[in-house]
């Protein structure tokens, strides 16, 4: 009996579903596609390994707390560089994109984490909080920090197709 | 999504159809390795109780729908409509778990449920709102604008009962119902807290649960939260009540089962203990073993103890005939019995984990070692039903229905690769099996002798040489018999 043929639709959906989101995440917190892939797949192997999850909302908020926390010990690997640029290491990122992951790269990575969540997921301040285990404030606090230094590209100062 | 240069070159990284296939492939192999997870990593907390009651709300046995076919009663056994038993036709529906979920694809709809003679589904061409239709693309009708959280819907006096995925967002949980025909929605009550479930609907109340950020714990790999309220609420919004105060400190949990006759079936961890011993079932799921079950009156005027749990977790089933279905997953799992006061216990079958089992004419029906089981009510006559091979957990619930003498479910072959699944039937004494579908993905219901299902993604080729599966704008029928198949076009 092959017992994998209990999870396979449930994983097939949550990687065609998150497999991006999971992607961005762990691109933003190492700073290349060989590392974000080690990650994501990581992510995606302890979800297998881990209880039912009890709905999607739940689902995608453990990927993404799970996703944060795979980099940060892939970061505390001793092979991993200490600095990793986010030169856009990506399959044939477009020159504007470039420029934005440059920018990115100087914040902090939690202050990236606060910038994907709430710009790209649409989560609000108390919820990005919950799944980053941090206090509202403290996410408000990295949200303006976070918004000061990226005015321009947050802000559309200059806008690009 | 905001529109930013951030967000769009963000949106410019994604994750390569090789990478997903890859993921799938190593990831079919992770369940071997639960094995390897030491019982101590995992946080003393009831996981399984809720993942698995969660399921005996979409599974919640057995009822019929006489006359579907031309005076054949068809019976299905999971949760697509209530006409036998009361409960205010509340429940999960078909597909309405979130595992039933259809992979990610670009058709224009999403199926949510199939309920007498309607599918419900998100119209992607609408901003997911809720619609539903008659399986022959006829009669469609928008009944909400609101995209349903979860793809949950509970049925409950011609009204259907949902959270909006808006209000989700927003950080709360607000729960509305809208008739049937789409017309009256109204907001029926609203929570601050972000996971909110409603787990039945029974004589004009609703009885949901809280589960608050509190518990969120922060580990490791991962969130993890529990239930730390259970309540009750008038469908029109009045008179919140809260059940029971059983356990209400952090990382103690309630967690609804049943509401039968009366009387509310839970399960509660008390406040204070410690030293909570954890197992993993075959499946993943923690075991929690000091997880006492209960039953009160919905009044609230009398209390019994139905098991100490300290042998393992119990998955309920529905009262029938009074008795209460149970597996206990203790040391030994096994199919069980019991009066409803929590005397007379009685092991029906041994060695079966099953999250789902349906009673039907004097047969308990399960899965066992990923196969379909039946045994009789006495203990009696336990056989293996089928060749196909069932997931332990969720399957069963949406997959099938009994007609004419025979179990039609739908199943994944075993020389068959994912996703490949048929329709099949075997008699209902064992005795002969047969394929009337081998092109489906999901079975979404029966109507009128018709077996309405989604097919199989059409297989084509990338660019680069690498399978890609591309799903069509349509769903398929196919006569009880197997002939006469048809594709319907919405």
């Known amino acids: 009996m092959n017992e994998s043929l209990v999870h396979d639709d449930f994983i097939q959906n949550m990687v065609m579903q998150y497999a991006d989101m999971v992607m961005r995440i762990a691109f933003q917190n190492t700073g290349n596609q060989a590392d974000a892939e080690d990650v994501a797949q990581e992510v995606f192997l302890k979800l297998m390994r881990r209880p039912a999850l009890n709905d999607e909302a739940h689902a995608k908020a453990w990927l993404i707390r ?60 108390p919820e990005i909080a919950k799944i980053l285990g941090r206090k509202e404030n403290t996410v408000s606090s990295w949200l303006t920090r976070a918004r000061k230094r990226l005015k321009q590209i947050l802000e559309e100062g200059v806008d690009y197709i | ?62 009822f019929s ?8 009663p068809v019976i299905k056994l999971p949760g697509v409509a209530h006409v036998e038993r009361p409960f205010e036709d509340s429940f999960y529906l078909n597909g309405c778990f979130p595992s039933g979920a259809i992979y990610i694809d670009n058709r224009d709809f999403d199926v949510i449920c199939f309920r007498d003679g309607w599918l419900y589904y998100e119209n992607r061409l609408d901003k997911d709102s809720l619609y539903k239709i008659r399986p022959d693309g006829t009669e469609k009708t928008k009944l909400s604008n609101d995209k349903i959280r979860d793809k949950r819907l509970y049925f409950a006096d011609g009204w259907i009962y949902y959270a909006s995925a808006a209000s989700l967002m927003a950080g709360g949980s607000t729960f509305y119902k809208v008739r049937e025909d789409g017309t009256g929605r109204i907001q029926v009550f609203h929570e601050t807290e972000y996971y909110t479930g409603i787990k039945f609907i029974s004589d004009g109340w609703i009885y949901y649960h809280i589960m608050n950020d509190e518990i969120i714990i ?51 961890r008390i406040s204070g203990q410690t030293n909570i011993i954890f197992s993993i079932s075959p499946q993943g799921g923690l075991i929690a073993e000091s997880t006492a079950y209960y039953a009160v ?74 196969r379909l089981f039946r045994v009789g009510t006495d203990g009696t006559g336990e056989m293996q039903l089928g060749n196909g091979l069932f997931n332990n957990l969720y399957n069963l619930y949406e997959h099938v229905f009994i007609s004419d003498g025979w179990i039609h479910y739908y199943y994944q072959p075993e020389s068959f690769p994912n996703p490949m699944r048929e329709l099949g039937k075997t008699r209902i004494d064992g ?32 660019k680069n040489g690498k399978k890609v599966y591309v799903y069509q704008d349509s769903i398929y029928k196919v006569r009880i018999d197997g002939t006469d198949k048809q594709e319907i076009k919405f």
């Open chain 1, 66 to 125: 799970v996703t944060v926390n795979q980099c940060r010990d892939l970061k505390k690997s001793f092979w991993q560089r200490q600095t990793v640029p986010l030169s856009g290491q990506w399959r044939e990122p477009q020159p504007e994109a470039r420029e934005v992951f440059a920018e990115l790269a100087k914040l902090p990575r939690d202050y990236r984490n606060v910038i994907y969540l709430y710009y790209y997921e649409d989560y609000t301040v």
């Open chain 2, 1 to 62: 999504m905001k529109n930013n240069r951030y967000t769009r070159a963000i949106d410019g990284v994604r994750a390569t159809e090789e990478f997903k296939e890859r993921v799938i492939e190593r990831a079919a192999e992770a369940p071997a390795r639960f094995a390897e997870i030491p019982a101590k990593k995992k946080r003393p907390f009831v996981k399984w109780g809720f993942a698995g009651t969660l399921a005996a709300v979409v599974m919640l046995a057995v």
């Open chain 2, 65 to 72: 729908v006489p006359g579907l076919l031309g005076g054949e």
């Open chain 2, 218 to 268: 922060l580990e490791s790999d991962g969130l993890s939260y529990g239930i730390t309220g259970a309540y009750k609420i008038r469908t029109d919004g009045t008179e919140k009540t809260k059940i029971t105060d059983d356990a209400y400190e952090a990382h103690d949990e309630i967690n609804i089962l049943l509401v039968e006759d009366g009387w509310i079936y839970y399960s509660a």
């Open chain 2, 297 to 370: 009156r919905t009044d609230g005027t009398e209390k019994i103890m139905l098991h100490d749990g300290k042998d393992g977790a119990l998955f309920l089933s529905r009262i029938v005939d009074g008795w209460l279905y149970y597996v206990d997953h203790g040391g030994s799992p096994k199919l069980c019995k019991m009066r409803p006061d929590g005397t007379e216990r009685t092991v029906l079958a041994n060695d079966v984990r099953s999250s789902e089992i349906y009673v039907l004419d004097g047969w308990v029906y399960y899965s066992k070692n990923a």
């Open chain 2, 431 to 462: 005795t002969e099996n047969a394929v009337f579908a081998d092109d489906a993905t999901r079975f979404i219901g029966v109507e009128d002798g018709w077996v309405y299902y989604l097919g199989q993604p059409t297989l084509k080729e990338s």
